[in-house]
């Protein structure tokens, strides 16, 4: 199985800030990334697929990038809703994997 | 388009359960659904996968669930199963179904999109 390994594991930050959430595959899996959203004690909202592409509704301060077997997920500007957890997840092939989550919390 | 998940409970190692997931909104018969499941504290983790009747509604399973969950569909009734039978403590979690959309001219991107709310499962004696 495809690995996904994310770090940090948390990260704290302030509102307005950038910020950076890195995910490694174990192998190539071209740009097959999906980046989501979880808050406590609600199901995960979708964000990105295909490594770059933003879903529909998604605000543009969220990007992603990244190709092979490294990504990224770049938050530009903070604000206190996208205080969450993300996860990557590879769709290369199955059976699908998670990055084991970043938590982003106030600072 | 909703996703409901219903079927959870408390069921004692060793049983069985069965969860359902009905949709709306959606044209169900050319749909691909996932389950995804998360354990108290933990992070996601994708169980299964069954494709559209019209795309054979082929089925892919984790390897932890793998001879012991199966999924299926009823597309009469826009609904996909989760049959979990031998269930073990570490099956305990909270069960997501999902739509498996794709986007892509040659190339398709699969990922989830529509999530419902969840459904627990706790096994324990």
């Known amino acids: 199985d495809i690995q996904m390994t994310q770090s940090p594991s948390s990260l704290s930050a302030s509102v307005g800030d950038r910020v950076t959430i890195t995910c490694r595959a174990s192998q190539n899996i071209y740009n097959y990334v999906n980046w989501y959203q979880q808050k406590p004690g609600r199901a995960p909202k979708f964000l990105i697929y295909g490594a770059t592409s933003l879903q529909r509704g998604v605000p543009s301060r969220f990007g992603g990038s990244g190709s092979g077997t490294d990504f990224t997920l770049t938050i530009s500007s903070l604000q206190p809703e996208d205080f969450a957890t993300y996860y990557c997840?590879?769709?290369?092939?199955?059976?699908?994997?998670f990055g084991q989550g970043t938590k982003l919390e106030i600072k | 388009v909703q996703l409901v998940e219903s079927g959870g409970g408390l069921v004692k190692p060793g049983g069985s359960l069965r969860l359902s997931c009905v949709a709306s909104g959606v044209t169900f018969t050319n749909v691909w659904m996932s389950w995804v499941r998360q354990a108290p504290g933990k992070g996601l983790e994708w169980v299964g996968r069954i494709k559209s009747t019209s795309d054979g509604g082929t089925r892919d399973y984790a390897a932890p669930v793998k001879g012991r969950f199966t999924i299926s569909r009823d597309d009469s009734k826009n609904t996909v199963y989760l049959q979990m039978n031998s269930l073990k403590t570490e099956d305990t979690a909270v069960y997501f179904c999902?739509?498996?959309?794709?986007?892509?001219?040659?190339?398709?991107?699969?990922?989830?999109?529509?999530w419902g709310k969840g459904t627990t499962v706790t096994v324990s004696s």
């Open positions: 999902a739509t498996e959309s794709a986007a892509g001219l040659i190339n398709y991107f699969y990922y989830m999109d529509v």
């Open positions: 997840q590879q769709s290369f092939k199955t059976p699908y994997t």
